[in-house]
């Protein structure tokens, strides 16, 4: 608890600071304060992090355990434009197909592909 004071003190004092901003993200996720997670990931976006394509994933990883799938989609694909080797963001894009394609009857979208375990991407 001592850091999460310690985080939301750096946020009061720097409100631009997206490093603590993702941080507090990050924990607010795993507390299971999912619509938390989703704004403080947006404000450490908002921040121009250096690690833009880990923002984007954070945020997507918020908005899947929301349950919005299109959305979060859109934040991953931000993420494998900006780094298209993020492993990160490779395995949220798979789990998004994996389950959009369970709920769909097991087809594989024509976009999504899996060849010699990576995924490629048809635009």
């Not at 492993?87 to 894009?93: G, H, K, T």
């Amino acid at each position: 608890m001592p850091r999460k004071m310690a985080l939301k003190r750096v946020v009061s004092v720097d409100p631009f600071d997206g490093q603590a901003h993702s941080v507090l993200g990050r924990m607010a996720l795993t507390g299971g304060d999912t619509p938390e997670a989703i704004r403080l990931f947006r404000v450490a976006l908002a921040a121009k992090p250096l690690d833009k394509a880990g923002a984007h994933a954070d945020l997507a990883e918020a908005l899947l355990k929301a349950g919005q799938r299109d959305e979060a989609r859109k934040q991953v694909m931000e993420a494998l434009m900006i780094a298209p080797t993020f492993s990160r963001a490779q395995d949220l894009l798979l789990k998004l197909s994996v389950q959009r394609n369970t709920r769909d009857g097991g087809r594989l979208a024509p976009r999504d592909t899996l060849f010699a375990g990576q995924l490629v991407f048809w635009f």
